[in-house]
């Protein structure tokens, strides 16, 4: 490329001038979430009409995108994301983004194995500590491998992220060829709506399972939120944490001497997390603060490092099940809603662990233009993507029930699952069944 600067030379320079770095057809990174750059955003959107097919790999976006914003028609710029956020789904809605299949945890291999090399690298991080680290603050995931494939590597620096302790968190100076100076503002939050009955519900099923000493998982969503609420209520002890995302549910849980992790078999005694979105007051508790290890995804997802911990729980959304168990937790038919994240990697550490369980939560009903509608289905929706097989899944929950799916035959999947559907839609599920021979005549279990 020509830009690079000498080992150890890390030049500042203006947004504009980085901006003039980009060239058509280029590969950006941008980062996950907290990590993503907002000015140097903004003097490349600048320059829309000097480029085209500018191609920028993303994650979870929390705060509008300039690029997108600037260029609605897709002229110019196309984003592409490892998991949507809401704002990445009304992109994607307009046809300006677009989901990459992934599992989580296998991202940093993805970056050194099968994408060709980023021509340039933008992160957003804290100012420079008194080692030449700049923090990725709540978001390591992938950063590390990203950077090992830069060609060019552009630290946007700015205050307002908390601090967060971690394993190679972080990018040393020697590693940058340019700085920029950005914009201080407060973290973006992400809401937390307070749970619905059916959240709760769900919720007393799933804690009733959690013993003393289980490590959590907990994903996304007002059920697994909820479900750190009522562990305050039953508060088994000495739980650890070693989850992909951390929550406002799970800072709760700590702050209230649930969280001890002395059991733990891997990073014992931390709180190990990849990324944190979530209340400015889960911010504050992580900032500084040496109990929690934000690390490389790869470190909390692989099942080979999940299962080493004793007592694995996760527990994780879905929006649609079929009779045979499989589960559709990342779009709505063709229109993808988030992604397959960490849900199956967990739903796999926590199996093989000693001990272990996993959980996928939905309400047994939804509404759509008015009228409800089952969850629990005998098709998925066509063009819905199977996000956990029905050979990996263990527990199904609903208001109605928890089902163990392990060792059960395609008939008493069927049947245990229309149990805990809508009382309103069983009489039709089972006649379903019947009919595609799901369930035998004559077979009594």
Excluded at 117 to 133: A, E, N, S
Excluded at 237 to 264: A, F, N, P, R, W
Excluded at 359 to 368: G, R
């Amino acid at each position: 490329m020509g830009l690079r600067t000498a080992k150890g030379k890390a030049r500042l320079i203006k947004a504009e001038e980085a901006a003039g770095f980009v060239t058509s057809g280029m590969w950006l990174d941008f980062g996950t979430s907290l990590c993503q750059p907002d000015v140097f955003d903004k003097a490349l959107a600048a320059r829309a009409p000097e480029l085209s097919n500018v191609k920028i790999r993303s994650c979870l976006s929390m705060r509008p995108r300039a690029v997108l914003e600037q260029d609605p028609d897709g002229h110019h710029f196309y984003w592409f994301s490892h998991h949507f956020s809401g704002y990445d789904r009304r992109q994607h809605d307009k046809g300006r983004t677009s989901y990459q299949p992934v599992n989580l945890g296998e991202i940093p291999d993805y970056y050194r194995r099968f994408y060709a090399p980023m021509d340039i690298v933008i992160f957003k991080c804290l100012p420079m500590d008194k080692d030449g680290w700049f923090n990725f603050s709540a978001s390591n995931l992938w950063h590390r491998a990203a950077l090992e494939r830069a060609r060019l590597v552009i630290i946007e620096v700015a205050e307002g992220n908390p601090y967060c302790c971690g394993m190679e968190n972080g990018v040393h100076i020697s590693e940058v060829d340019y700085i920029i100076q950005g914009e201080n503002q407060p973290a973006p939050e992400l809401p937390n709506p307070p749970p619905t009955e059916n959240d709760v519900a769900v919720a007393k099923l799933i804690a009733s399972e959690i013993g003393d000493n289980s490590c959590l998982q907990i994903g996304i969503g007002g059920m697994p939120n909820a479900v750190c609420a009522q562990l305050l209520h039953a508060a088994p002890k000495g739980l650890g944490i070693q989850s992909e995302m951390l929550t406002d549910g799970i800072m709760t849980l700590y702050e209230k001497g649930l969280v001890k992790g002395d059991h733990k078999q891997v990073d014992p005694g931390k709180v190990a997390y990849s990324f944190a979105l979530g209340s400015k007051a889960m911010y504050d508790g992580l900032h500084n603060n040496e109990d929690f290890n934000c690390c490389a995804v790869d470190f909390t997802n692989l099942p080979q490092n999940v299962m080493k911990n004793d007592r694995v729980v996760s527990i994780n959304n879905t929006t649609q099940v079929d009779l045979q168990g499989q589960c559709a937790s990342e779009s709505d038919g063709h229109r993808h809603i988030s992604g397959t994240g960490g849900q199956l990697q967990f739903v796999r550490g926590a199996y093989a662990s000693s001990g272990g369980k996993s959980f996928i939560c939905l309400s047994s009903t939804y509404t759509k233009r008015g009228e409800p509608k089952s969850r629990i289905v005998l098709n998925l929706t066509p063009g819905n993507i199977v996000t956990t097989p029905r050979s990996d899944v263990m527990y199904v929950v609903t208001e109605y029930g928890m089902v163990n799916l392990k060792g059960k035959t395609v008939p008493e999947r069927a049947l245990a699952l229309i149990s805990i559907a809508h009382p309103d839609f069983r009489e039709e599920l089972e006649r379903q069944a019947y009919e595609h021979r799901l369930i035998p005549r004559g077979v009594t279990f």
